[in-house]
């Protein structure tokens, strides 16, 4: 059993996350009047429906699209040198420091105590479509996976393989990939929780929403 | 102090607070003046100090009722529209105590109800004449706004208790008993939940355009769909200080001043919407929308007011006496019959006229009905038809009818049977000839030219006139010219690339190349793209928009739109081909002012039905977009709520094939009355279809809607509608569509 | 033709490099030839490849761009705009044969030019309908069926029945029809029928599924060849479009499950050393002289591949146009001289005359001599399907001579990880003799002199198809 307290306390030492946000693909760059040491605020609403503070609007090909902050945060750092130049795709734009929700660090406590399935192999992953169409249905937590079970579709030099879901049997309690999203080999797939240990884990979420204060 | 004193008094200051409430904040001194009264009476009546109390009370309230009868005269629109929701004014169950001799509530008890906000119950008349009694039934049904009591909603219903209602009314239909419709609802419960706000109220004006039975209704507080949920009735009748609009007016206000969620409008804003939707009894009444005002006392009727439900009782009776009385055969009889009714001084309880009606009398009901809203509200729009045009359009309505009548009910017939006969003697003859060919057959297949002939066929080029695939769009959105991409909204979760504008408007018809999401086209693409080329022919294009209430500022806005979009009302109707499939087509264009519908749009709506029906044309509404009623035409807008659906309830019993399909965003009014009430449905990928929009959602029930609520697939989980289509393959489905559901004659069933 | 002339209409441009890996640094090879500059992309996955290393090299870090995707139109646009290029090489696959992106290339308010066919050319001989209605208006031998959908389930029968009776005729044993949804593709909606009786059920199975899948029940009816040999016909034009020439024929005949092409010869046949059961020479002569035929009649105005089977009988049929470069135009190149200027790349042909520079040459000036043959090193397991492998190379040796050609994007330096977005071609390796015995002979010599080894994360070492070419050289150009 995993010592949650000590893991909290790890984490409280550092409660930060940088985050970098890119540009998404080439264009011209235009940053919004922001400055260093501003706090921008991620997608809101309870459906997270309404989008983030711009950070500013990348134009490419007569499109001008905004570009948002993915989470809460204060910003560390502004490539102001690329106002209004062309950048291309991937070049680091704004640095958020972000403090860890609650939900996050409940996220990271889980990562420890589910079991987690890992890419055997660097390639994009994606559900069977049984599979994605339940947990689009519901939610991911209603699918019950066995070992042996043919669960991914493993996507790489344009073929596509069957993946078969190898541990014990639970359910799917996490999910750690998105769509189209580039995976190493080794990086955590999902995180399945056996049905009898579903107990534990309600605990431990419990125990993260009381301790865990968000500013 | 004496009992009946308080009790006197309490009423008194109930009074006050009504007053206060109304005005708010305004004839500051006429309350100020009540309150020194009440106050020093009831003062001095406290310590014993009065002589004679009874007469000192009386003064107070002569007082009382002098300051509100002047204050009556003061009343503008917005203090009416307080008048009607304030917690004091009647509300259905006092009525039906005072109002009717007896009677069983049979929609549920208070709160144990599906839905406390409609009520339901059967209730009794009784009336003498002579020595005899009789005792007349009726079903009551109306919205309970029960002086407050919050499980009541404010009388908003929500879709399960309209459904209630149209059950009840089935029930009414059945027994042969009239129906008196109470409305008291500030509008209807904006969900979509199972039957949805919008279907729901369509299904119950759709059944109330053929209900069997008398109907009466009585308005009070007539707010928009949720009062033609049950308001279609043979006599309308309404309370002197009731309003009946199209919105309410802080809805028009908001709408009026462009606001964002969230944001209030100003009282002066709210005031001047109020004013100028014309929704009081008087303006209704010369529009013709209802046909009788009853008085209420100053200020409006409360629970204590017994005289005023005398006079109810009264109006009530006469009006449903009319309406059976109108339904008779001979025309002296109904003359003298109705001369009598209307006339003040006869004791309408000592008339007794049956209220059950033979089979005849119900179909010359529904056809009066039915005729009378029609003919509703034609004045609104502007006809800028030609004299000679009108005369000669009538004239060829006259003198082709007998050529129609010929031509589909006597000629189809017959032509079937020949085709059917016709049919069989070719069998024979193939058959025939099959026998006689077959030796030669057998010969032939042996001839070796046979194989150079089939070598030629399978590897020559074949002849291929119609290469349907290489059809290209006759039209194609002005937005293709512009070098630009656009992002799909999709592409956060279908990871869609930047659609190039040229692509996209063009040869994609405004469809994503990888998910399928639609862009709005312009309402001509599908006029160009969809009938077959050069097929469409528009009618009454004349037929203009106008501003029937002079709405402040809205004609320059009515003539902003038409030049903008060229056309001259929001609603093109035109007859059209595909495939060589004739129709009629009503096109809702979401371009001319968000696509609302009024007067004029609903007058074209009404005139294509009659030709598609005449014509035996199947009828097609295509809705590219609608807002709801054009609110700044008020209750001319409304009315074409039951108008339209009546249209369309008299060409679908005639045998005719109507169809509805939307696009883009389809809201309010008209989903929840001509289009709603289709049993064919479908609309186009991507398209919002649904009652009230997330903003009013959010202001009327202070609920967070999910994004996606009114999504057409949401739609078609719902029941909503019947499917989907794909831009691209509308003019396929759509040939498929009447084909099967039209069958071979597409019209007759 | 004037040099000078010829110097100022490339003078001016600056070409796109829209593609990555090998084909990528094969244009930029071609563009430094002629002295043209230009600009070249990569995505963050691909930063490594050799194409990325060449273009720094030969073009410096400014002619370099990082996108997104080379999916991604508007990145290429973006980039074009940014570099200001003046035309675009789109390579091979990408959007090499997109009619769209050739004219969203050539219509857009900046305009520029696309390497390639125009595109109107590449909308109509991408459809594979009207390829066959117009080869069949031509005279071209197509495969024996119906040349447009057919709708009408009566109809369709009678055509099938003609094609099993005349494969009957013909002496076929076991006729078989093929039933395909006309606007389907990339081997959806097609079914084999063997058995006249079947084929009602089996018609009606697929156009249902056309309907659903396409909303277009139309079904093209053919006969099913079985036993072919696949060749192809090498065009290149300039922008007038009058005055094709063709650069041979390639036999590509050996390929993997998938129909993936794994080694190409040139010529298509040598009846000169071989012998055949038909008279081989004049089908080559035959499909040449039909494609140049369809060539000039559409106008066509850049290189392409007219792509045929052979059966064994000896009949060619049209099967598709390429419209584009093809992976093995270098063998086709390898084995061509023109008369005065010497070895011929096909790639520079392409961007000179794409340019508008006139071709300047006739089918006369062009020689033929010796057989190529093509290798396509995949990391691959031909044993399992040929499912990609995925990790690091770390060996990658073979003994050079003077005649082979490698052409490979994996960098000089090892290890290099292999990205795993693409198609796992590694290399390719042209070999070339003075007859198939002599070129033959080479290719094995070549696979043994071959040392490619490679480790992934899993443990597994490197899986290559050398094998797999070794075995089947032995079969090339035999029926």
């Given at each position: 059993?995993?010592?949650?307290?000590?893991?909290?306390?790890?984490?409280?030492?550092?409660?930060?996350?940088?985050?970098?946000?890119?540009?998404?693909?080439?264009?011209?760059?235009?940053?919004?009047?922001?400055?260093?040491?501003?706090?921008?605020?991620?997608?809101?609403?309870?459906?997270?429906?309404?989008?983030?503070?711009?950070?500013?609007?990348?134009?490419?090909?007569?499109?001008?699209?905004?570009?948002?902050?993915?989470?809460?945060?204060?910003?560390?750092?502004?490539?102001?040198?690329?106002?209004?130049?062309?950048?291309?795709?991937?070049?680091?734009?704004?640095?958020?420091?972000?403090?860890?929700?609650?939900?996050?660090?409940?996220?990271?406590?889980?990562?420890?105590?589910?079991?987690?399935?890992?890419?055997?192999?660097?390639?994009?992953?994606?559900?069977?479509?049984?599979?994605?169409?339940?947990?689009?249905?519901?939610?991911?937590?209603?699918?019950?996976?066995?070992?042996?079970?043919?669960?991914?579709?493993?996507?790489?030099?344009?073929?596509?393989?069957?993946?078969?879901?190898?541990?014990?049997?639970?359910?799917?309690?996490?999910?750690?990939?998105?769509?189209?999203?580039?995976?190493?080999?080794?990086?955590?797939?999902?995180?399945?929780?056996?049905?009898?240990?579903?107990?534990?884990?309600?605990?431990?979420?419990?125990?993260?929403?009381?301790?865990?204060?968000?500013? | 102090?004496?009992?009946?004193?308080?009790?006197?008094?309490?009423?008194?200051?109930?009074?006050?607070?009504?007053?206060?409430?109304?005005?708010?904040?305004?004839?500051?001194?006429?309350?100020?003046?009540?309150?020194?009264?009440?106050?020093?009476?009831?003062?001095?009546?406290?310590?014993?100090?009065?002589?004679?109390?009874?007469?000192?009370?009386?003064?107070?309230?002569?007082?009382?009722?002098?300051?509100?009868?002047?204050?009556?005269?003061?009343?503008?629109?917005?203090?009416?529209?307080?008048?009607?929701?304030?917690?004091?004014?009647?509300?259905?169950?006092?009525?039906?105590?005072?109002?009717?001799?007896?009677?069983?509530?049979?929609?549920?008890?208070?709160?144990?109800?599906?839905?406390?906000?409609?009520?339901?119950?059967?209730?009794?008349?009784?009336?003498?004449?002579?020595?005899?009694?009789?005792?007349?039934?009726?079903?009551?049904?109306?919205?309970?706004?029960?002086?407050?009591?919050?499980?009541?909603?404010?009388?908003?219903?929500?879709?399960?208790?309209?459904?209630?209602?149209?059950?009840?009314?089935?029930?009414?239909?059945?027994?042969?008993?009239?129906?008196?419709?109470?409305?008291?609802?500030?509008?209807?419960?904006?969900?979509?939940?199972?039957?949805?706000?919008?279907?729901?109220?369509?299904?119950?004006?759709?059944?109330?355009?053929?209900?069997?039975?008398?109907?009466?209704?009585?308005?009070?507080?007539?707010?928009?769909?949720?009062?033609?949920?049950?308001?279609?009735?043979?006599?309308?009748?309404?309370?002197?200080?009731?309003?009946?609009?199209?919105?309410?007016?802080?809805?028009?206000?908001?709408?009026?001043?462009?606001?964002?969620?969230?944001?209030?409008?100003?009282?002066?804003?709210?005031?001047?919407?109020?004013?100028?939707?014309?929704?009081?009894?008087?303006?209704?009444?010369?529009?013709?929308?209802?046909?009788?005002?009853?008085?209420?006392?100053?200020?409006?009727?409360?629970?204590?007011?017994?005289?005023?439900?005398?006079?109810?009782?009264?109006?009530?009776?006469?009006?449903?006496?009319?309406?059976?009385?109108?339904?008779?055969?001979?025309?002296?009889?109904?003359?003298?019959?109705?001369?009598?009714?209307?006339?003040?001084?006869?004791?309408?309880?000592?008339?007794?006229?049956?209220?059950?009606?033979?089979?005849?009398?119900?179909?010359?009901?529904?056809?009066?009905?039915?005729?009378?809203?029609?003919?509703?509200?034609?004045?609104?729009?502007?006809?800028?038809?030609?004299?000679?045009?009108?005369?000669?359009?009538?004239?060829?309505?006259?003198?082709?009818?007998?050529?129609?009548?010929?031509?589909?009910?006597?000629?189809?017939?017959?032509?079937?049977?020949?085709?059917?006969?016709?049919?069989?003697?070719?069998?024979?003859?193939?058959?025939?000839?099959?026998?006689?060919?077959?030796?030669?057959?057998?010969?032939?297949?042996?001839?070796?030219?046979?194989?150079?002939?089939?070598?030629?066929?399978?590897?020559?080029?074949?002849?291929?006139?119609?290469?349907?695939?290489?059809?290209?769009?006759?039209?194609?959105?002005?937005?293709?010219?512009?070098?630009?991409?656009?992002?799909?909204?999709?592409?956060?979760?279908?990871?869609?690339?930047?659609?190039?504008?040229?692509?996209?408007?063009?040869?994609?018809?405004?469809?994503?190349?990888?998910?399928?999401?639609?862009?709005?086209?312009?309402?001509?693409?599908?006029?160009?793209?969809?009938?077959?080329?050069?097929?469409?022919?528009?009618?009454?294009?004349?037929?203009?928009?106008?501003?029937?209430?002079?709405?402040?500022?809205?004609?320059?806005?009515?003539?902003?739109?038409?030049?903008?979009?060229?056309?001259?009302?929001?609603?093109?109707?035109?007859?059209?081909?595909?495939?060589?499939?004739?129709?009629?087509?009503?096109?809702?264009?979401?371009?001319?002012?968000?696509?609302?519908?009024?007067?004029?749009?609903?007058?074209?709506?009404?005139?294509?039905?009659?030709?598609?029906?005449?014509?035996?044309?199947?009828?097609?509404?295509?809705?590219?977009?609608?807002?709801?009623?054009?609110?700044?035409?008020?209750?001319?807008?409304?009315?074409?709520?039951?108008?339209?659906?009546?249209?369309?309830?008299?060409?679908?019993?005639?045998?005719?094939?109507?169809?509805?399909?939307?696009?883009?965003?389809?809201?309010?009014?008209?989903?929840?009355?001509?289009?709603?009430?289709?049993?064919?449905?479908?609309?186009?990928?991507?398209?919002?279809?649904?009652?009230?929009?997330?903003?009013?959602?959010?202001?009327?029930?202070?609920?967070?809607?999910?994004?996606?609520?009114?999504?057409?697939?949401?739609?078609?989980?719902?029941?909503?509608?019947?499917?989907?289509?794909?831009?691209?393959?509308?003019?396929?489905?759509?040939?498929?569509?009447?084909?099967?559901?039209?069958?071979?004659?597409?019209?007759?069933? | 033709?004037?040099?000078?002339?010829?110097?100022?209409?490339?003078?001016?441009?600056?070409?796109?490099?829209?593609?990555?890996?090998?084909?990528?640094?094969?244009?930029?090879?071609?563009?430094?030839?002629?002295?043209?500059?230009?600009?070249?992309?990569?995505?963050?996955?691909?930063?490594?490849?050799?194409?990325?290393?060449?273009?720094?090299?030969?073009?410096?870090?400014?002619?370099?761009?990082?996108?997104?995707?080379?999916?991604?139109?508007?990145?290429?646009?973006?980039?074009?705009?940014?570099?200001?290029?003046?035309?675009?090489?789109?390579?091979?696959?990408?959007?090499?044969?997109?009619?769209?992106?050739?004219?969203?290339?050539?219509?857009?308010?900046?305009?520029?030019?696309?390497?390639?066919?125009?595109?109107?050319?590449?909308?109509?001989?991408?459809?594979?309908?009207?390829t066959k209605r117009l080869a069949r208006s031509l005279g071209v031998p197509t495969v024996p069926g119906s040349d447009r959908p057919i709708y009408d389930e009566m109809e369709a029968e009678r055509i099938a029945k003609t094609i099993f009776e005349f494969q009957e005729q013909q002496g076929i044993t076991h006729p078989l029809v093929l039933v395909k949804a006309s606007a389907g593709g990339g081997g959806m909606g097609i079914e084999e029928v063997y058995d006249p009786d079947q084929f009602r059920s089996v018609y009606r199975r697929v156009r249902n599924y056309a309907l659903r899948q396409f909303k277009d029940e139309g079904v093209l009816i053919e006969q099913r060849i079985m036993d072919f040999n696949h060749l192809e016909v090498q065009i290149v034009s300039d922008r007038t479009g009058s005055n094709p020439v063709h650069f041979g024929t390639r036999n590509c005949s050996i390929q993997s499950t998938g129909l993936q092409k794994r080694i190409e010869v040139a010529p298509g046949f040598t009846p000169q050393a071989l012998r055949y059961s038909f008279d081989a020479q004049k089908v080559l002569d035959d499909i040449v002289a039909y494609s140049l035929k369809m060539a000039r009649s559409v106008g066509y105005d850049n290189v392409g591949t007219w792509e045929w089977i052979v059966t064994r009988k000896g009949e060619p049929f049209l099967m598709e146009v390429n419209t584009r470069i093809q992976v093995e135009n270098g063998v086709s190149a390898r084995i061509a001289k023109i008369r005065g200027q010497g070895g011929v790349d096909l790639i520079a042909e392409q961007i000179r005359t794409g340019l508008g520079e006139p071709l300047g040459y006739r089918q006369d000036d062009i020689d033929f001599e010796g057989v190529g043959i093509e290798y396509r090193l995949i990391a691959e397991d031909p044993d399992s399907n040929f499912t990609p492998w995925v990790g690091r190379i770390e060996r990658f040796d073979w003994k050079d001579a003077p005649w082979l050609t490698m052409l490979t994007h994996v960098p000089d330096k090892l290890p290099y990880e292999i990205p795993t977005e693409f198609d796992p071609n590694l290399a390719l390796a042209i070999i070339h003799g003075k007859d198939i015995q002599e070129a033959k002979a080479r290719g094995a010599a070549f696979l043994d002199s071959l040392s490619l080894t490679g480790q992934n994360d899993s443990g597994a070492s490197l899986k290559s198809n050398a094998a797999f070419l070794k075995d089947n050289t032995e079969r090339i150009l035999l029926f």
């Open positions: 059993m995993i010592d949650i307290s000590e893991l909290l306390d790890a984490i409280k030492s550092s409660p930060y996350r940088e985050i970098v946000v890119a540009a998404p693909h080439t264009g011209r760059m235009s940053f919004a009047a922001l400055e260093t040491g501003m706090c921008v605020h991620g997608p809101q609403g309870q459906w997270k429906e309404m989008p983030g503070t711009t950070l500013g609007t990348l134009e490419r090909e007569g499109n001008p699209k905004p570009i948002c902050a993915p989470e809460n945060g204060e910003i560390c750092r502004i490539h102001k040198e690329l106002d209004g130049g062309f950048v291309e795709a991937g070049a680091p734009l704004v640095v958020l420091r972000h403090m860890l929700t609650r939900d996050e660090v409940q996220r990271i406590i889980l990562q420890k105590t589910l079991y987690l399935f890992r890419a055997p192999e660097r390639a994009k992953y994606y559900f069977t479509p049984e599979t994605d169409k339940k947990i689009r249905a519901t939610d991911a937590h209603s699918v019950t996976i066995r070992d042996g079970m043919e669960l991914f579709i493993m996507s790489r030099m344009k073929r596509e393989v069957p993946l078969h879901y190898a541990g014990p049997d639970g359910v799917i309690y996490e999910i750690y990939f998105k769509y189209n999203e580039n995976l190493d080999a080794g990086a955590p797939l999902i995180g399945v929780c056996p049905r009898d240990h579903l107990h534990v884990i309600q605990d431990m979420i419990a125990r993260v929403q009381t301790e865990w204060t968000e500013t | 102090m004496h009992n009946n004193i308080e009790k006197r008094l309490q009423n008194l200051r109930e009074r006050l607070a009504y007053i206060t409430d109304i005005f708010t904040g305004k004839h500051k001194d006429s309350v100020t003046l009540l309150e020194e009264r009440l106050a020093s009476f009831a003062g001095r009546a406290l310590s014993g100090a009065c002589e004679s109390a009874y007469a000192e009370l009386s003064g107070v309230e002569d007082i009382f009722a002098y300051v509100e009868r002047r204050l009556e005269k003061t009343l503008t629109p917005m203090d009416r529209v307080r008048v009607v929701r304030h917690p004091q004014r009647v509300c259905l169950r006092d009525i039906l105590e005072n109002v009717y001799d007896n009677f069983t509530e049979v929609g549920g008890q208070d709160e144990h109800s599906l839905d406390p906000s409609m009520l339901i119950a059967r209730a009794v008349i009784t009336r003498r004449r002579g020595k005899k009694t009789y005792m007349q039934s009726v079903m009551v049904i109306g919205q309970e706004k029960g002086h407050g009591a919050e499980y009541r909603n404010g009388g908003s219903v929500k879709p399960w208790g309209n459904a209630k209602a149209l059950q009840y009314m089935g029930v009414a239909e059945t027994e042969g008993i009239p129906i008196h419709a109470y409305i008291f609802t500030p509008g209807s419960y904006p969900i979509e939940d199972y039957p949805g706000a919008a279907q729901q109220i369509a299904r119950n004006i759709y059944n109330m355009a053929g209900l069997r039975v008398p109907v009466v209704a009585v308005i009070s507080e007539g707010g928009s769909g949720g009062a033609e949920a049950i308001g279609l009735a043979d006599r309308r009748l309404m309370l002197s200080h009731g309003y009946y609009s199209v919105i309410s007016p802080e809805g028009a206000a908001a709408i009026e001043g462009r606001l964002k969620n969230g944001q209030r409008a100003s009282p002066e804003l709210i005031e001047h919407c109020a004013a100028n939707l014309k929704i009081q009894a008087e303006d209704n009444l010369k529009f013709g929308y209802i046909d009788r005002i009853i008085q209420e006392p100053p200020l409006g009727a409360r629970p204590w007011h017994f005289d005023f439900f005398r006079s109810l009782r009264q109006e009530l009776i006469r009006a449903t006496d009319e309406v059976v009385i109108s339904t008779r055969k001979t025309p002296v009889l109904r003359g003298l019959a109705l001369a009598r009714h209307r006339n003040p001084e006869n004791d309408i309880d000592h008339l007794y006229i049956r209220w059950g009606l033979s089979g005849g009398a119900k179909t010359r009901l529904v056809q009066r009905r039915q005729r009378k809203l029609l003919r509703l509200s034609r004045q609104a729009a502007r006809d800028r038809r030609p004299f000679l045009t009108k005369t000669a359009t009538a004239f060829w309505d006259w003198i082709s009818k007998p050529w129609v009548v010929f031509k589909y009910d006597f000629y189809r017939k017959h032509q079937r049977w020949i085709t059917t006969l016709m049919e069989e003697i070719n069998n024979e003859i193939d058959m025939f000839k099959y026998r006689l060919l077959s030796p030669w057959r057998k010969f032939s297949r042996r001839l070796p030219n046979r194989t150079e002939n089939k070598a030629k066929e399978l590897t020559a080029l074949s002849s291929w006139k119609e290469d349907s695939r290489s059809r290209r769009w006759d039209y194609l959105s002005p937005r293709y010219k512009a070098d630009r991409t656009l992002t799909c909204p999709n592409s956060e979760s279908y990871g869609c690339l930047d659609l190039w504008g040229p692509d996209l408007f063009a040869e994609f018809a405004g469809v994503c190349s990888h998910c399928g999401y639609h862009f709005p086209m312009e309402p001509e693409w599908y006029v160009r793209n969809v009938f077959d080329t050069g097929s469409t022919f528009e009618f009454n294009s004349e037929i203009e928009a106008g501003n029937p209430l002079d709405f402040p500022d809205f004609s320059e806005r009515i003539s902003q739109a038409k030049k903008k979009t060229g056309a001259k009302s929001g609603c093109m109707t035109f007859e059209a081909r595909i495939d060589n499939i004739k129709m009629v087509v009503v096109m809702f264009m979401g371009t001319f002012r968000g696509g609302s519908v009024g007067a004029a749009e609903g007058y074209k709506f009404v005139e294509a039905a009659a030709r598609a029906a005449k014509k035996r044309y199947p009828f097609l509404a295509y809705v590219h977009g609608t807002a709801g009623i054009r609110i700044q035409e008020g209750t001319h807008g409304l009315i074409q709520m039951p108008r339209c659906t009546v249209a369309v309830r008299r060409y679908i019993e005639a045998g005719g094939l109507y169809m509805v399909l939307y696009d883009t965003n389809s809201f309010a009014g008209p989903v929840a009355s001509f289009l709603g009430c289709s049993p064919y449905q479908f609309a186009v990928r991507s398209s919002n279809i649904g009652f009230a929009g997330p903003g009013v959602i959010k202001e009327t029930t202070g609920m967070d809607i999910p994004p996606k609520y009114h999504r057409s697939y949401r739609a078609l989980s719902r029941g909503h509608i019947q499917g989907i289509w794909d831009r691209r393959q509308i003019r396929a489905n759509l040939k498929q569509a009447l084909l099967t559901i039209g069958g071979r004659n597409l019209y007759y069933r | 033709m004037s040099s000078a002339k010829t110097g100022n209409i490339l003078h001016n441009h600056k070409i796109l490099v829209a593609n990555r890996g090998e084909i990528a640094m094969r244009i930029m090879r071609a563009c430094g030839k002629l002295g043209i500059p230009f600009a070249a992309i990569h995505t963050a996955e691909d930063a490594a490849s050799g194409h990325v290393l060449l273009a720094r090299a030969k073009g410096g870090e400014k002619s370099l761009f990082r996108v997104s995707s080379y999916h991604d139109a508007n990145e290429l646009m973006s980039v074009a705009d940014e570099a200001a290029c003046t035309a675009v090489h789109p390579g091979y696959g990408f959007f090499a044969e997109d009619f769209r992106f050739a004219r969203r290339v050539t219509k857009r308010d900046r305009k520029m030019i696309f390497i390639g066919p125009s595109w109107k050319i590449i909308r109509e001989l991408g459809d594979k309908i009207n």
